[in-house]
């Protein structure tokens, strides 16, 4: 079992910035990409952003990319999300999960999830 706890999340203005984490713990001996999902009321949970173990490949959403940056330790724990030129249309549960041996952007293919962290974005 891995567990998976994110923080960072929070209120901030449009425009703004925010900087969310993620440590994993538990049998994480093994190479895992590490990334992050979000879920606005209302909507199903969409891909944001993810990172290869080593650090080399990071994969992003259209709406997300050059806005956002994902990146990693050289201690490959924990993994963080640098959100900036935060707008309304952010805000959402993000979620950190963890793909074991491989990378994917589905939802359906990874294996560990966090409990998610609230980020809200005003206008």
């Known amino acids: 079992q891995v567990q998976l706890v994110e923080s960072g999340g929070g209120l901030v203005q449009a425009g703004g910035s925010l900087r969310l984490s993620c440590a994993a713990s538990?049998?994480?001996?093994?190479?895992?990409?590490m990334g992050w999902f979000r879920q606005a009321p209302g909507k199903e949970r969409e891909f944001v952003a993810v990172i290869s173990w080593s650090g080399g490949t990071t994969i992003y959403a259209d709406s997300v990319r050059g806005r956002f940056t994902i990146s990693r330790d050289n201690a490959k724990n924990p993994v963080y999300l640098q959100m900036n030129s935060l707008k309304p249309e952010d805000t959402a549960v993000y979620y950190c999960a963890v793909k074991m041996g491989g990378i994917t952007t589905n939802i359906s293919g990874m294996d560990y999830w966090g409990k998610g962290t609230l980020v809200t974005v005003s206008s």
């Open positions: 538990g049998r994480t001996f093994s190479s895992y990409a």
